[in-house]
C-alpha cells in the first residue's frame, strides 16, 4: 500500500506568521490519467475532517487563499501564508491515485 | 447544499456486525461515489471503501473478507457492514462523499466501540 508521511507532526506557530506541512509518498501519485490525486484536509476539534485542497493545488470553494498547495510526484506542501486562530487544528494529506486510498498521520498546529 | 447524515449502534460486544446508514440531503449519489471513512482513537484515518450509484465497490484489502457496503439509490442512502468486530475496529465512523476528484462532503461521524 502506499504511504504518506507528514512532517512535522506538530507545528507550534505564531498567528500572523506563515506555517507549511510537508507529505511525502513512498511511491509516485502521478494518476495513469497524468493527473496527481492528492488532496489536504484540515480538521478542527469535534469536527469531520474538511476538504481544503485537492489535485496539489486547486483550492476548494470557500478555503481562504491564505491556504495554498504544491509540489509534484512524491514531495507536497500545504502552507498558511498567514496563520489564523480559526487555522488550529490537524491538517492530513490523503492520496486518490491509487487503491486502497490513504491518508497522512496528520499534523497538529497550535498557535504559540 | 449537500449533507450527509449518518446513525448506527455506537456500542457493539466482540464478533458482532457493525451496521451504519448514510443518507444523502439535497443532492444525489448519481455520478459520485459513497465512501466510508474510520478514525482510530489515536486520531490516525483509514479509509474503507465505496460504492458506486450502480453499486460497484472497492474495498480496503485490510478490511476485504470482512467489509459490505451497500447503496439504495431510492431512498438516496449507503451502508456499512463490518462483520466480527474486535476491539480494534472501535473509531469514529465517517461516511462521505466522493465527487471526483475530491471527498467534499463529509458526516457528523458515528462513535462505535467494541467491548465485552
Known amino acids: 500500500d502506499l504511504v504518506l508521511t507528514q512532517t512535522p507532526l506538530s507545528s507550534p506557530v505564531t498567528l500572523g506568521q506563515p506555517a507549511s506541512i510537508s507529505c511525502t509518498s513512498s511511491q509516485s501519485l502521478v494518476h495513469s490519467d497524468g493527473n496527481t490525486y492528492l488532496s489536504w484536509l484540515q480538521q478542527r476539534p469535534g469536527q469531520p475532517p474538511r476538504l481544503l485542497i485537492y489535485?496539489?493545488?486547486s483550492r476548494f470553494s470557500g478555503v481562504p487563499d491564505r491556504f495554498s498547495g504544491s509540489g509534484a510526484g512524491t514531495d507536497f506542501t500545504l502552507t498558511i501564508s498567514r496563520v489564523d486562530p480559526e487555522d488550529v487544528g490537524v491538517y492530513y494529506c490523503m492520496q486518490a491515485t491509487q487503491f486502497p486510498y490513504s491518508f497522512g498521520q496528520g499534523t497538529r498546529l497550535e498557535i504559540k | 447544499q449537500v449533507q450527509l447524515q449518518q446513525w448506527g449502534a455506537g456500542l457493539l460486544k466482540p464478533s458482532e456486525t457493525l451496521s451504519l446508514t448514510c443518507a444523502v440531503y439535497?443532492?444525489?449519489?448519481?455520478?459520485?461515489?459513497g465512501t466510508w471513512i474510520r478514525q482510530f482513537p489515536g486520531k490516525g484515518l483509514e479509509w474503507i471503501g465505496e460504492i458506486s450509484h450502480s453499486g460497484i465497490t472497492k474495498y480496503n484489502p485490510s478490511l476485504k473478507s470482512r467489509v459490505t457496503i451497500s447503496v439504495d439509490m431510492s431512498r438516496n442512502q449507503f451502508s456499512l457492514r463490518l462483520s466480527s468486530v474486535t476491539a480494534a475496529d472501535t473509531a469514529v465512523y465517517y461516511c462521505?462523499?466522493?465527487?471526483?476528484?475530491?471527498?467534499?462532503?463529509w458526516g457528523k461521524g458515528t462513535t462505535v466501540t467494541v467491548s465485552s
Open positions: 462521505a462523499r466522493y465527487d471526483f476528484p475530491y471527498m467534499d462532503v
Open positions: 439535497g443532492g444525489s449519489l448519481s455520478g459520485d461515489y
Open positions: 489535485k496539489i493545488s
